[in-house]
């Protein structure tokens, strides 16, 4: 059983670049998570899909932000016109059920640096 | 939202110690979980503790719900178990929201 993977691990771009990071969870979780994590700070959550629906996501994810999941398997997170601010460990986290009963299991993480 | 927080944020061991760890949290909650940040970022699940006490090895927890508190018990410390520990609760929905941590550095 492998576990969730995030690629690629590290990304370092230039201020006003695009940048795409991928996640492909837990092979029979439905459920997909992002995080982000800045420093000395706990993971934020940033959105939700279960299988190919994104069903929730948080105000921190502005329009630059854009997360899809097309056949409820893999997911990507594209980050546009980036910002010396959106520098952060970026969490990728899956689950087999709800959280209220179960848990979730977090990727290896893809940390950005933004020049 | 719900409120977590954890204590102390820094701690210092000597090797061989025990330490505990406390997170406190503002409403009830659905689910609660531990985890360990190692030094390259991967969180790592301890435990899925939404009430009652559960031991793996050197750690255990303890979450009481109805006074809104959990607790993670590291004994005899190894440099090892350095890092960040995190407790994380589900208020409603599937978002986990996180506490600011608890910064553990381990000496031999």
């Known amino acids: 059983d492998t576990g969730v993977s995030q690629d690629p691990r590290h990304k370092i771009t230039k201020r006003g670049q695009n940048v795409t990071f991928r996640c492909d969870p837990i092979s029979e979780h439905n459920r997909l998570y992002w995080y982000r994590q800045t420093l000395g700070q706990g993971p934020e959550f940033l959105t939700y899909f279960q299988n190919e629906a994104q069903l929730e996501k948080s105000r921190l994810l502005s329009d630059r932000f854009s997360a899809e999941r097309p056949k409820g398997s893999f997911s990507t997170l594209e980050i546009q016109r980036t910002e010396q601010g959106d520098s952060a460990m970026y969490l990728c986290a899956s689950s087999l059920s709800a959280l209220n009963t179960g848990e979730l299991f977090f990727g290896e993480g893809s940390r950005l640096t933004v020049l | 939202g719900i409120q977590v927080e954890q204590s102390p944020p820094d701690l210092i061991l000597q090797e061989g110690a025990n330490s505990t760890l406390r997170c406190n949290f503002s409403d009830s909650v659905n689910n609660l979980q531990w985890f360990h940040q190692n030094p390259w970022g991967q969180l790592i699940n301890l435990f899925y503790i939404p009430s009652g006490t559960k031991q793996n090895g050197r750690l255990s927890a303890t979450t009481v719900a109805t006074e809104r508190y959990s607790l993670l018990y590291i004994s005899s410390s190894q440099t090892t178990d350095s890092g960040v520990y995190f407790c994380?609760?589900?208020?409603?929905?599937?978002?986990?929201?996180f506490g600011a941590g608890t910064i553990l550095r381990v000496k031999s």
């Open positions: 994380a609760v589900v208020e409603y929905g599937n978002k986990l929201v």
